[in-house]
């Protein structure tokens, strides 16, 4: 199997959970486990070449032309992130089957979470930088998921919205960096980028590039001033905080640093930025951590000044700086993972996150407060755990840091922030754990069953080993990923030891211990004097300019948006007007030297027809059926020039369009006046006129230009290359479902939404004030004979005739003119004339399948068959055929292409279905008389005769 199912294995699983829960909550936690597991599973089976010094890659081409490559690659690096990733993401799994609720909807939960965990694996993993990017953005939608999982908690809602701002729009400050980045380096496939470093940092482009990626990777991993996003996001249930919060998503804009430090590192700049924005929110994440009461907002705002050592750490630029920031984001993992896993467990069983509440757990939990003691001790920098050792690396590399040619800032900041951690390291594991026993719990606190307190003991484990035993469990780990870190550049000898003697990093650490302990005994003293100073309140800060924005953004609809569609049109128009004007005067343009074709009298004829239609339309647009009339004919019109010049597919298509449209548009206006309200004074008509007129003399004259010159036409290489490359003589539909087929795709797809549209926008007139004017504008029923009998006669005997002719139109479409748009039309056409003849309420009940899922299964069979090219390394949509044969019908030629054109006809169909039913459901409910349900309107007089009563048609009140 290739590691590119890497990231999509979590990705696909996510659909089975919900699906999962209906056979119970330990199914659904095993079906999301498996994913997990087998993604676990393949990324290891990379390891054995990977720590041989090699690389593992896959790719696949998706849209060369734009530089975006479906590109995998396994280095030390992204192992390291990816067995972190889906190593903790098993013992989440496990840990929120037992902490869920059976209230909380887990099949929905577990699918967020496996979306975020294949977002992430493949942020990880990604060797195209734009790839990196598409899975940076949904790692932002996936955790806005997770994060308001709890949607009715006002907190949830608001901590997710937030996170989306913030992190969404660094993801957009990342996109622009990233496409900077692909320019100056002329790829943007990582592994050559990673090469080219000093064309990179030569680049006049690098300082702007270098501030839109650092944009990105501080507002994702909650550097100052973006640092109050995360905080915020602690309203998501504990799994999510564990995973989100402390080892993954959070850890991405690290990892980003770590990534792309061979290309970025090294300058003036980039020390001075990312090791002061390091530096400030390593301090002001520790400061706040101290003073707060609820256990999740101690860890996260905790996560947020270890997040800030990391940042530093690589912000310093040198290799060893580098290796210290890899060891500490491994140890950061485990003991913040277990610590949040603890809280979860404290306030599971105890029923309080509150630290003035608790105190004492240890002995009433021994097997949660034992685990939880041990991951804060590693948060405070013990020996003996690896928290102590990464602490102790960090504050060598700050005794040796320089700030603006100061050497004491840096490594005096560095011991207070460690100082700060000892000390509300030391606030949640006393007042939490030690101490008396309480007799005012909400809870009585006892420690819960294993598959709660087995996953935190698991990531306590290598909080011990590697203290204990750092050489032999860290040191393979931590060099394998440094050194693809620092790309290049000789990986720096290091030795991971408890005792290095007496270092200024020991005697750092030794103050930072006593002054730890220290604040904590005076802690008191310190809350008074934090009361005492202005708060820097980021989130008032972060209110105060969303409430502004949308003020802001109100006041101007307000002031564009008047509902006037004449007014619009006016400044879409008049602004194109303005743009073609300036380009023309600003360019050059002499007369093409092509010839026109002799006009004669059959083309003369339908183009006198076409203008004085169109002046009739003008002159008489105020009766809307005339106005529909007329311009049917002007589709008539151009499927004639098509014909004229040997284009029979797009007369069909024409033709069929022109129908369906004109029908839908007849069943519309059948519920609005007939004629249009009061129009505006002659002096708007004037300017409306003036600015049509111009824009139709410049399509006009862009026309004329465009056929009058020699240019050299693509449509040689389709006519060599129709039969040849896409299998059929039809040179239309192959363009449609191969050569173009991404643009079909498209089509489709926008398609589906304006079905979908039509449905949302009429939906609204079927109740409210919306009804009420639908309903007043109606004229009732006009027509005494509502279903003509010969209607309903000529239609039904018609349907299988053209449902026929549909499927010979389809079957026939890659050789022969056809395919599955003009198909689906004609189906259409024959749907619509059957609601038309016996309503649609009888042909509804006839319809086995519904029109919603017919646009789904379109788009999807679609996007299924250019899914499949993959599976053969071709690009997306590439299609195949080959000639087959059978006894009795012979020899006979396949198309895969045909499958998309399947997906064409039902959205088609599908897209025309919907519109009429929402039509039909908005007239029935605007009706003022009984509509009759039957075929036909023939009423029977009321009898006693029940044989009689029984035969006679039945009839509703519409409401």
Known sequence: MTIAFLPLIPLLGALFPPLAIKSGRNVCALVTLLPTVAALVLLLAAAPTVYAGGVVRAQYEWLPQFGLSYSIFIDGLGLFFAGMILGIGLLIIIYARYYLSPKDPMGRFYAYLLLFQGAMVGVVLSDNILLLA??????????????????????????????????????????????????????????????????????PLYVPMLLLVLGGAFTKSAQFPFHFWLPHAMAAPTPVSAYLHSATMVKAGVFLLARLWPVLAGTEIWILIVSLVGLITMLVGAWIALFKDDLKAILAYSTVSHLGLMTMLLGFGTPMAAVAAVFHILNHATFKAALFMSVG????????????????????????????????????????????????????????????????????????????????????????????????????????????????????????????LPALV?????????????????????????????????????????????????????????????????????????????????????????????RYFAVIVGTILIVGIAGFASGSYSPGMRPMLPVNAPAFTVWAILIATCAVTIAAHGNRLLALILSSMVGLGVSLAFLQFSAPDLALTQISADVVTTILLLLALNLLPRTTPRETGHARKFRDGAIAGLAGLGIGGLAYAVMTTDLQSISSYHIAQSKPGGGGTNVVNVILVDFRGFDTFGEIIVLCIAALAIYALLESSLRGAA?????????????????????????????????????????????????????????????????????????????????????????????????????????????????????????????????????????????????????????????????????????????????????????????
């Open 771 to 959: 009804a009420r004017r639908l309903a007043s504008m109606r004229q009732g029923i006009e027509a005494a004979d509502a279903h003509p009998l010969m209607l309903v006669v000529v239609t039904r005997v018609l349907l299988p005739l053209v449902l026929t002719v549909g499927v010979y139109i389809f079957l026939r479409g890659h050789n022969l003119p056809g395919g599955g748009f003009v198909a689906g039309l004609v189906v259409a056409i024959a749907l619509l004339m059957q609601a038309i003849a016996s309503g649609y309420e009888w042909a509804a009940m006839r319809r086995r399948i519904n029109a919603h899922t017919m646009l789904a299964l379109g788009v999807l069979a679609a996007g299924l068959t250019g899914l499949a090219s993959f599976l053969f390394a071709r690009p997306f949509l590439t299609s195949t055929f080959g000639y087959f044969h059978l006894p009795v019908i012979g020899e006979f030629e396949l198309a895969s292409a045909m499958a998309f054109d399947a997906g064409v006809f039902l959205t088609v169909v599908g897209t025309v279905l919907l519109s009429l039913s929402q039509i039909a459901r908005v007239g029935a409910r605007a009706e003022r008389n009984p509509v009759p349900e039957g075929p036909s309107d023939i009423r029977f007089p009321q009898r006693a005769d029940a044989a009689v009563s029984a035969a006679a048609p039945t009839y509703r009140q519409e409401d």
């Open 474 to 566: 860290a040191t393979r780990v931590v060099s394998q990923t440094a050194l693809a870190v620092i790309g290049g550049e000789p990986l720096p000898i290091f030795k991971l030891a408890l005792w290095h003697g007496v270092t200024p990093a020991l005697l750092m650490s030794i103050l930072a211990f006593a002054g730890g302990l220290g604040a904590f005994v005076a802690w008191s003293a310190l809350d008074r004097l934090r009361l005492s100073l202005p708060p820097p309140e980021a989130k008032r800060i972060f209110d105060a300019t969303v409430s502004a924005a949308v003020t802001g953004s109100r006041a101007a609809i307000a002031a564009l948006h008047t509902g006037s569609l004449p």
């Open 345 to 468: 467990i404290v306030d599971h069983e105890a029923g309080t996150r509150d630290i003035r509440r608790l105190g004492g757990l240890l002995y009433l939990m021994p097997i949660t407060g034992t685990l939880a003691l041990i991951a804060a001790g590693s948060m405070a920098g013990l020996p003996l755990l690896n928290g102590f050792l990464s602490k102790e690396m960090m504050l060598e590399e700050a005794a040796h840091a320089a700030y603006a040619g100061n050497a004491w800032i840096v490594p005096a900041l560095a011991t207070l922030g460690a100082l700060l951690s000892v000390a509300y390291s030391a606030r949640l594991a006393i007042k939490v754990y030690l101490g008396p026993v309480r007799s005012d719990y909400p809870h009585p606190p006892h420690d819960p069953p294993a598959g709660l307190w087995l996953p935190v003991a698991v990531l306590v484990a290598p909080v011990i080993a590697i203290g204990l």
């Open 134 to 203: 598409t899975f940076w953005e949904l790692t932002s939608l996936s955790s806005f998921l997770l994060i308001g999982y709890w949607r009715h908690l006002p907190g949830g809602r608001q901590g997710a919205r937030m996170a989306l701002v913030v992190t969404g729009g660094g993801g957009l400050l990342l996109l622009a960096g990233l496409l900077l980045l692909g320019r100056i380096a002329g790829s943007y496939e990582l592994s050559e980028i990673l090469q080219r470093g000093d064309m990179v940092r030569a680049s």
